[in-house]
């Protein structure tokens, strides 16, 4: 596939109103960047902990995003040509890597879509991940902009397996992010995230280092490594989970592999529920025929697990993995 490139544009001036709400927007952003630069160096200091004498990971803050354009009536315009056309998918370069996108066939510059970022699993393509998640094909397909970003050594950060550094894979989320407003009007306050087992573990990573970017993310038989649930912003995000319970790769109840802890589906649940503020006690009830709907009562931000009975490492088409956590995120914006 050709990969395309598109020089950057000139921003259409707003109305003064909208430039002050704009430095109000501005000014949370900062504020978000500067608490997910402490916790990033909060994670940096729990790694260097476990280092040999003598090595250490530098105490730098992930770099800054840049500051977006706010959803504000006529204040979005696009600073360059739309690479890839309704109903189509295309390749874009940004920040030295790239990502797949995929436009749905009714999206109108005029109204702010949302955005699904699909992570691919460990050790498989980008390609692939694409077109077995049928998320182009589902609703998520439907009513929102998807994109998939490539993976360095086909793993993300936060697993046993990564190849990239601590900050890396979230400063690309970020650029990519921001690299698709130059094109199409994305709605901030629905950007959302899902991955297939180490991209589920992404998933996650996104919700605990990028809740002022993420409403919400759904790992389906995700790898969820200590570290992606580790030194989060305190901030509320939707979480969901689409597990199986007899997973033997990731299982349900967790494991150790490749030396690291990979967390419980039921303690990351928990994680979830004290960081929403849930109360209340649980609501469970059948999501199709073989698996059970788990979500917890009175939450800032929804939290929800889908049990796969007696089934493996899989992405589910029955129940439907893409339209179960599309009908659960959309709940959930910012």
């Keep these: 596939m050709a990969t395309l490139m598109i020089a950057a544009g000139v921003v259409t001036p707003v109305p003064a109103q909208a430039q002050d709400l704009s430095s109000q927007a501005n000014q949370a952003v900062t504020n978000a960047v500067n608490q997910a630069n402490a916790e990033w160096n909060k994670f940096v200091q729990m790694a260097n902990d476990s280092l040999p004498q003598g090595s250490s990971l530098p105490i730098n803050p992930v770099p800054a995003p840049q500051i977006p354009a706010p959803n504000l009536p006529g204040a979005w315009a696009p600073q360059a040509p739309a690479p890839v056309a309704n109903g189509a998918n295309g390749e874009v370069r940004v920040a030295g890597r790239s990502y797949l996108v995929w436009v749905p066939r009714g999206y109108n510059p005029a109204r702010p879509t949302p955005v699904m970022v699909g992570y691919s699993a460990y050790q498989d393509s980008t390609e692939n991940f694409r077109n077995y998640s049928r998320l182009r094909e589902s609703s998520v397909g439907r009513d929102a902009i998807i994109v998939y970003p490539r993976a360095i050594g086909a793993s993300w950060e936060g697993s046993a397996t990564a190849a990239t550094r601590p900050g890396q894979d979230i400063a690309f989320v970020r650029a990519m992010i921001n690299d698709v407003?130059?094109?199409?009007?994305?709605?901030?306050?629905?950007?959302?995230?899902?991955?297939?087992?180490?991209?589920?573990g992404m998933a996650a990573v996104s919700a605990c280092h990028m809740a002022d970017l993420f409403a919400g993310v759904a790992g389906v038989s995700g790898a969820y490594y200590a570290p992606v649930n580790r030194g989060c912003q305190n901030l509320p995000v939707a979480f969901m989970a689409i597990h199986g319970t007899n997973d033997t790769l990731t299982p349900y109840h967790g494991t150790t592999r490749r030396g690291q802890q990979v967390l419980p589906v039921p303690e990351l649940f928990k994680s979830y529920e004290r960081r929403n503020g849930c109360f209340g006690g649980v609501d469970s009830r059948p999501a199709g025929n073989n698996a059970t709907r788990v979500s917890s009562r009175n939450c800032r931000k929804g939290v929800e697990?889908?049990?796969?009975?007696?089934?493996?490492?899989?992405?589910?088409?029955s129940p439907s993995a893409a339209d179960e956590m599309w009908r659960f995120l959309m709940r959930n914006p910012k």
């Design 305 to 317: 697990v889908i049990k796969v009975h007696g089934l493996n490492h899989f992405w589910w088409y």
């Design 181 to 200: 407003q130059r094109y199409y009007n994305i709605d901030r306050r629905r950007i959302y995230a899902t991955g297939m087992s180490t991209g589920g």
